[in-house]
């Protein structure tokens, strides 16, 4: 509804209040990297081979050279073979070095690690050699428990609220992530990280929601991407924590159990009352702005209250909205193929820092310092160029980046690392921006379920994204590749969308956004702050409604 911009403004568009609630909603996001990239640190590949302590028994004097020696066959590199050994046989000592053993075959009794390294998810589940594709196939059902948690939780926070689904996702990331830990089996591992990713995909959908509800027009940048911020400093936390705790469990109970010390937030964290109104709640929506408007020291002039009748409650939507309305079925389709390209991108980078032949414990740290800049600049970056060409640049430079490095040698790690920083950078970049601008584009109505359904989209790439990867057996290239040509394709397509900077949000689904006529104003400046462009955006609005 179009007065609740007056609202906004009466009340502050970044005042104490919202910079609470955008910090609140923001520390769970520290948690985030823990989850979605944490399990590249469990699985470190380490040296092994197989277990031929059937050896022993008939001399069990032998060295573990002369062991391995007598046992396991030799690579092209003069190496033991880590996934075959001789077939075990019956002949006495004398006659095995005597002769020697051809026949090989598959580890029938397991694999050997050594002794020093700390318990990891390789070593401990043996996901190496037939089993090795558990790791990927892993993340992949991770990914898949972020693509159910956006189809659940967009929908769910449109009907019982954001603060509720926050909250649920909170508690049971930090419960079935500590769960995590003590596993025994690794498919109860895949179910709870399932479980997991679920959660984490709520957190983040509903955070968005409740840092573009509550605060202005020119502040919504502002307040989303510093959500994003802590994600960022998140992954570079990751980076130090998992250089330090090599035990995975440990290091999954330190990246699970903080979440519970947030416990208080049932008492502090506020509904968005952008919601309320449009739910008709109108006395509760009342209470949070009062109390909103005391903590900013500001003063919401009684006629405007007033104007929050129950009866101009707007009409309810559904996910059937997004595609029954022409103008919000292109949005929709449109911003799910961006999302689509940027959780490609961003996760084939992300969950392949092994792969560029450096420390991955620096390229990690390295990835998490990029990611801080890379959505800080966003913020100035909307208010300059706009969402559209921002969002559209950023995409084509992620996908180019990763072209490129398609076409170098594989030995060329310091150029390949380089280029897949930069990648990252405009990657992480061009995601930020894609929550802001579908946060602008959604009516608050269906605002989480068009959010939560371009989420999915994003989820979907993200199941992709580790399976991909395993085409580098056939070519190193071949993923690389994959991940660069999306985003090009989401660039273009960019193009278009309207552009909604300086514009208020929308809140029902029955006019189009943003409203044609508001193009001919281009006497607006490129900051998207003064409080004289709001009100000029709203009164064009209203007139095109009114129409």
């Given amino acids: 509804m179009t007065e609740f911009g007056d609202l906004m403004n009466a009340l502050g568009e970044f005042g104490l209040y919202q910079k609470l609630v955008v910090l609140l909603i923001s520390l769970p996001l520290l948690l985030n990297p823990f989850q ?44 033991y073979d880590q996934c075959s050994m001789y077939s075990p046989v019956d002949w006495n000592l004398s006659s095995i070095v005597a002769y020697g053993l051809n026949t090989t075959e598959k580890c029938r009794n397991g694999w050997v690690y050594p002794s020093a390294q700390p318990p990891s998810l390789l070593t401990e589940f043996d996901l190496v050699c037939d089993r090795k594709d558990l790791n990927d196939i892993s993340q992949a059902i991770f990914m898949a428990g972020l693509f159910l948690g956006a189809m659940i939780s967009g929908p769910l926070s449109d009907r019982i609220g954001r603060r509720p689904v926050f909250l649920i996702s909170m508690f049971a990331q930090g419960l079935f992530g500590v769960g995590t830990a003590f596993v025994p089996h690794f498919y109860l591992y895949m179910a709870f990280r399932c479980i997991v990713g679920a959660a984490a995909s709520g957190v983040m959908i509903t955070a968005l929601a409740l840092a573009t509800e509550w605060v202005g027009v020119s502040a919504r940048p502002k307040a989303v991407l510093f959500s994003h911020c802590c994600f960022a400093i998140g992954q570079m936390i990751l980076a130090g924590l998992s250089y330090g705790i090599r035990n995975w469990r440990l290091l999954e109970i330190a990246g699970s159990a903080p979440m519970f010390a947030l416990f208080f937030y049932i008492w502090v964290l506020p509904e968005s009352a952008r919601w309320l109104v449009t ?88 990835f998490g310092s990029v990611e801080l800049p890379a959505r800080y600049s966003c913020i100035y970056l909307l208010q300059w160029f706009g969402r559209k060409k921002t969002q559209s640049v950023l995409l084509l430079l992620s996908g180019i980046m990763c072209l490129i490095i398609s076409g170098i040698p594989e030995a060329q790690v310091i150029a390949t690392t380089v280029l897949a920083i930069i990648g990252k950078f405009t990657a992480t970049a061009s995601f930020s921006t894609s929550y802001v601008y579908s946060a602008e584009l959604f009516p608050t109505v ?52 309207p552009e909604t900077r300086g514009v208020d949000l929308p809140d029902d689904t029955r006019a189009s956004f943003p409203p044609p006529s508001s193009k001919k104003l281009q006497f607006f400046s490129k900051q998207d702050s003064t409080v004289d462009e709001v009100h000029l955006e709203k009164d064009v609005y209203r007139c095109s409604e009114s129409k």
């Fill in 36 to 79: 979605t990239i944490g399990q590249v640190f469990m699985v470190v590949d380490v040296p092994h081979h197989c277990n031929t302590s059937w050896i022993l028994a008939i001399d069990p004097n032998l060295t573990e050279e002369e062991q391995l020696n007598l046992t396991l066959p030799r690579d092209a590199d003069g190496e």
């Fill in 279 to 366: 739910k008709g709640k109108i006395e509760e929506a009342k209470k949070v702005l009062q109390k909103a408007a005391s903590v900013n020291k500001s003063t919401i002039p009684a006629e405007l209250l007033e104007q929050l009748k129950p009866e101009k409650k707007t009409k309810s939507g559904n996910i059937l909205d997004l595609f029954r309305k022409k103008h919000l079925r292109n949005l929709t389709l449109i911003m799910s193929c961006i999302w689509f390209a940027d959780s490609l991108v961003y996760y084939g980078l992300s969950l392949n820092v092994t792969g560029f032949g450096l420390d991955i414990y620096l390229t990690q740290l390295a």
């Fill in 446 to 497: 269906v605002r989480q379920t068009g959010v939560g359904l371009c989420s999915m989209a994003a989820r979907a790439a993200g199941i992709l994204a580790p399976l991909i990867h395993l085409l580098d057996q056939y070519h190193h290239a071949i993923p690389i590749a994959i991940y660069g040509s999306a985003p090009v394709v989401g660039g273009l397509l960019c193009y278009l969308l």
